[in-house]
T-cell receptor
């Protein structure tokens, strides 16, 4: 079992560009959550996808959007990149939103640098 | 969710108990105290949670004061692998934990 897989691992983009990050959940998991973690800070919840729909959203602007595919994999898209979007982006998968505590698996993250 | 306050960093000698404090003075009656940790370059890992009674599992013990305004996570015999950032969060039980907001946590460094 490959666990949660994120790609790419590192990415450098220019301010104003758009970026797409990808996440494949752990086998058997159907819920995917995305987080932004700035250097030295805790992860901040962006949104959560279940049954191909955005179910919950954190306090992030509309520049952050996502998608979940029928195979439960997910994408995070960020438009009009700002320098402040530089962070580690984490994806977590779980089978049940209420069992997140003990059943969520995290990927290794994508390190996005905006220059 | 109620706000929590934690010291930014702590050191602990290997083999000794690590006691990590957390203040949550605005906690509501139906909010639980949760602890997670994040080892470098990995996602947060659930450790333990409790409402008002002390809790213990294979990883740690959680001591919650009687007024529930603060708590302490205890790692009884810290090892080098316990070096991580520890987050204290308060939230209602069985709400969507995935949308928890993590603060800046306490960086625990276990030294040989």
């Amino acid at each position: 079992d490959a666990g949660v897989t994120q790609s790419p691992t590192h990415l450098i983009k220019t301010r104003g560009q758009q970026v797409t990050l990808r996440c494949s959940p752990k086998s058997g998991h159907d819920t995917v959550s995305w987080y932004q973690q700035a250097l030295g800070q805790g992860p901040q919840f962006i949104f959560q996808y279940y049954e191909e729909e955005e179910r919950q959203r954190g306090n992030f602007p509309d520049r952050f959007s996502g998608h979940q595919f029928p195979n439960y994999s997910s994408e995070l898209n960020v438009n009009a990149l700002l320098l402040g979007d530089s962070a580690l982006y984490l994806c977590a998968s779980s089978l049940d939103r209420e069992a997140w505590d003990t059943e969520a698996f995290f990927g290794q993250g994508t390190r996005l640098t905006v220059v | 969710d109620a706000k929590t306050t934690q010291p930014p960093s702590m050191d602990c000698a290997e083999g000794r108990a690590a006691n990590l404090p957390c203040n949550h003075s605005t906690i509501s009656g139906n909010e639980y105290v949760y602890w997670y940790r994040q080892i470098h370059s990995q996602g947060p890992q659930y450790i333990i949670h409790g409402l008002k009674n002390n809790e213990t599992n294979e990883m740690a013990s959680l001591i919650i004061t009687e007024d529930r305004k603060s708590s302490t996570l205890i790692l009884p015999h810290a090892t080098l692998r316990d070096t991580a950032v520890y987050y204290c969060i308060v939230r209602v039980l069985n709400t969507n934990a995935g949308k928890s907001t993590f603060g800046d946590g306490t960086t625990l460094t276990v030294k040989p």
